[in-house]
Each structure stands twice: as C-alpha cells, then as structure tokens.
C-alpha cells in the first residue's frame, strides 16, 4: 500500500522546504523528497542555496573581507598586522561548518513540524503518485500518494560546448567553492552575479581575475548608472571585465587551462590556472516527470505554471527555480508558502514587483522595482532623486565611503518605483526600500521618515529628499 499524504514535495531547496514546513504548520500531512547527498557523503536537506549557493558562496566572500581588509584596510585605521596569511583549508573548513549547521537546522525543523523526509529520487507518476527510488540504488523504489504534489526541484548550473568541464581546472560555481588553494591566474565565463561574487572572493585572496562576458553591457539588468559604478569600483579592485567576449574553446592541460575568446578587438589567448563557467543556471527537471503525468514544460524547460503556481494538471503545483521568475532564494520561498496556503484554502499571494536583488560584492549591489531603463522603455514618467556615500557620515567612519542610492519616483504620484543601492550594507539597506515598495509608500512618505544618525539609512532619506530636489546634505 502507498503511504498517504495531503501533500507531497519534490525538492528540499529554500522553495521545497519551506513549502514542506508551512504545509505542515497549516495540519498538512506532509512529506519532502530529496536526493542531495552533501560533502560528506551524508542526505542533506536545504538544496542548492544553503549546500553549494548562497551560504558558502556568503561565507567564502566574508572570509576573504576579511583577509583583504586586514592586508589593505588596517594599516589606514592605524593597526599594523605582520604576516598576515591565508589558510584557505581553514576559509573551506568555516564554509562547511556554517552549510552544515543550517542544513542540519532545517532537519530539526522537519522533524519539529512532523514532516517526512523520504531520501531519493522523486519522480512524478500519474494521479497524483510520486515514486521515490533511494539514491543508492539499494533498495526498492516506493510509492507516495499524494492530494497534492509540489515541484520543488530547482535549477543546476549551465553547460557550454565550448568549456566542457573537468572537475579540476575547469570548474562550475560547485566546483569554485572547493579550490585548495588560491589559483594566481582565474579566468570566469560570466560576469554576472554568481561570476562576481567568485570573482571578488579568488580576487580578494590574490587571484589575478579575468571575467569573459558576452554581452556588450556590463550588468545588463541593473540600472546602468549603478552598472557604470560598478564596473569602476571592480575595475579599480583589480577584477579584469571584458566584455563583448565570446569564448571560442577552452582546454584543460596539466597545469593550466588554455582559453580562446573573441571580442571587437580580435582573438585572444588566456592561459589561466582555474576556469570557472558562471554562464547561468537552468531549470532541473531531469526524470522528475513521468510521461503519463502530463505536464507542460515551457519553450525554456521550466514548469509552465499560472499566476498561482498550479501547473496543467489538478492538485500540481509547481514553485522556485523550477518556474519562471528570478532564481531567488527567497522568490522560491515566498511562492512555497503561497501554494501551502493556497492548498490548505487560504489566500497565497506574491508581489513579483517588489522582489529584492542583490550581488555581494564589495561594494554590495542591490535594487527592487524598475531600473531607469525600463521607466524609459515604457513612458513612465517619473523622478530621481540620487545620494552619495561619499556624504554619509557613518560610511566615512567605516572607510566605506564609494556608491550611490538612487530613488526613482513616478512624477505625478511620486509612488516609489525603484530603489537602486552601490554601497556598503547595500543589501541590509534594501530592506527598507522593499518594504516602501510593497508599502506602495511615496518619496515623501521616506523623506518624512525620521532615519537614526549617523547611520548608512540616512542615504536613503537623502536620496528620498533629493526627489524632490531638497537634500540636505548635498548641493541640489
Ligand atoms: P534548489 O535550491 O536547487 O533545490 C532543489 C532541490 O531539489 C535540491 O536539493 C535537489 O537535490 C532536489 N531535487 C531535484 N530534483 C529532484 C528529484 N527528482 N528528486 C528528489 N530531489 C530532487 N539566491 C539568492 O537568493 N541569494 C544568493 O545570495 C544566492 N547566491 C547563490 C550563489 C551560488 C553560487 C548559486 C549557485 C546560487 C545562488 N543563489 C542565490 C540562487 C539560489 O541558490 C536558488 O535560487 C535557490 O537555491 C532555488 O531554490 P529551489 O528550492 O527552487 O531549488
Ligand atoms: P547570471 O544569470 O547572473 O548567473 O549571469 C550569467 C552571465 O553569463 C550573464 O551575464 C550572461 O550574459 C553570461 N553568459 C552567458 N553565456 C555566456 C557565454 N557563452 N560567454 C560569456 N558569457 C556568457
């Protein structure tokens, strides 16, 4: 007999997980399929974001703060450190200290909340059924039945024919978190999120860093006069961005990897020690999905899904890297609890509008809402109003003092449309913004708002101020 539940997940990524846990707190008989086997060989629930995305990759980029400060930071506060050195074993060690105690977190929850963690393979089967086959292959496969079944199976890092990957010198995101040592030469396929905070880590620890990117425009998404900022702080860091690259082939030899690229200027040879290929992610449905279940996938490979998440068929659902959307953590997260309550009856509800973005470089880039590019491209009438670092007490003290913020507000309604930050604690700093932008708050709701001084959100008052061309701090 198959084992019965209200509901049943694929995938224990922030989206699956999180799905599993409010489904269960909502009186769902719950159960949470998930084939990850971490680092030390052991099941691990938490998927992509807290095993090889956004944990480490945050831990890495503190640890290499760190080291980067104490050699070039110090000696201006007045601290002399001699021999300051690198024991990257022991950056790896912390890294896998933090992504354990997270993803043996999320067990505790599972097991507080009462939910099934079936170890496996989980592959969706017509009527509802989900059959787990253990990872192993010991063992029988067995059948979940389910009233409701959520996809959760996330996203994996895209290939291109033109660098196949060893595992040694040429080398996905995975891959990059585990390096032994620094490499002095480092060549990146992408400069796009994951490509820069790689980048900034190996940079940090002494790599000589070469980022390859296609497109003609750096940060081609972002707000260009944020993206112009950008590049300016990473080039005077020592990050090499070429752009307009195509890369034409890449070798690994025995000691090195030798790359080929094109750009306007001709063709170019890159001899490097690591290459790491950040082209992008894509949707991860690999036998997850019997043909006699009948769902739809998208011209891209995701799970067609509505507004609501529901996929083509009844009681399917479907959330996180898997659909359309940004690759977010949290955007998965967020649609995880709109289907549990969407499924146990209630309300579920997304703001895609108001959906945070952020790279932590240093310094951090982050936004929600529309660029100034996309306000043009639709006829928006609207307002900015900018505010330098440069005139923030706080991030003079911190020595922190380069970037912006820049609030866009429509002209007529002065309604907050996009909150553009380059700065230090840009993502910290967000919050607020988002919360205007959800609040459907106006530039002078923010500019009313008393902020605590000396404080880096005195920023984001000035900025609000600045709408309105009346800044207090700076010159309108
Ligand atoms: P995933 O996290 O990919 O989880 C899917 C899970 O499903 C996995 O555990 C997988 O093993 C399992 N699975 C898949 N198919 C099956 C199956 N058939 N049966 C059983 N189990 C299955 N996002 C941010 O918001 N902030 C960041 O700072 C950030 N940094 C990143 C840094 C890096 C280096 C990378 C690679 C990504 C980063 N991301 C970041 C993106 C983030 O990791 C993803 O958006 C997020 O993990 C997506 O969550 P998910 O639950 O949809 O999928
Ligand atoms: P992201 O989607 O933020 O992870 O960024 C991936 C980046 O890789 C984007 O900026 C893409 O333009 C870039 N990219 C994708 N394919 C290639 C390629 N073949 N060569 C160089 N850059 C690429």
Known sequence: MAQEFDVVVIGAGPAGYVAAIRCAQLGLRTACVDKWINKQGKPALGGT????????????????EHYHSAVHDFPRHGIKAKDVKMDVAAMIGRKDEVVLKLTGGIEMLFKANKIHWAKGHGRLLANRQVEVTPVDGKGEPEILQAANVIL??????????????????????????????????????????????????WNRLGSKVVLLEAQDKFLFHTDQQIAKEALRQFTKQGLEVRLG?????????????????????????????????????????????????????????????????????????????????????????????????????????????????????????????KTEEQLKGTGVPYRSGAFPFAANGRALAMDQAVGMVKILAHAETDRVLGVHIIGPMASELLQEAVLAIEFEAS??????????????????????????????????
């Not at 807290?50 to 980029?61: M, R």
């Not at 002095?184 to 790689?198: C, D, N, Q, S, T």
């Not at 009313?448 to 959100?457: K, N």
């Not at 600045?466 to 800044?471: I, Y």
């Open 245 to 369: 690259a195509r890369v034409m082939s890449a070798k690994a030899n025995p000691k090195s990897v030798t790359v080929q690229f094109k750009d306007s200027e001709g063709d170019h040879k890159l001899q490097v020690d690591k290459l790491i290929v950040a082209v992008g992610r894509r949707p991860y449905t690999d036998n997850l999905i019997a043909p006699e279940a009948d769902i739809l996938l998208d011209e891209k490979g995701f799970v067609h899904v509505d507004e609501d998440n529901r996929a083509n068929q009844p009681g399917i659902y479907a959330i996180g890297d898997v659909v359309r959307g940004p690759m977010l953590a949290h955007k998965g997260s967020e649609e995880g609890v709109k289907v549990a309550e969407i499924i146990a009856g209630g309300h579920g509800h997304v703001n895609y509008e108001a959906i945070p973005l952020v790279i932590y470089t240093a310094p951090e880039i982050a936004w929600v809402g």
């Open 49 to 64: 974001c807290l095993n090889v995305g956004c944990i480490p990759s945050k831990a890495l980029l503190e640890s290499s």
């Open 152 to 201: 959760a199976s996330g996203s994996t890092p895209m290939e291109i024919a033109s660098a196949p990957l060893d595992g040694k010198r040429i080398v996905d995101s995975t891959g990059a978190l585990e390096f032994t040592e620094v490499p002095k030469r480092l060549a990146i396929i992408g400069a796009g999120v994951i490509g820069l905070e790689l980048g900034s880590v």
């Open 443 to 476: 530039a002078e709701d923010l500019a009313r708002t008393i902020h605590a001084h000396p404080g880096l959100g005195e920023t984001i008052h000035e900025a609000a101020l600045a709408v309105d061309k009346r800044a207090l701090h700076k010159a309108n």
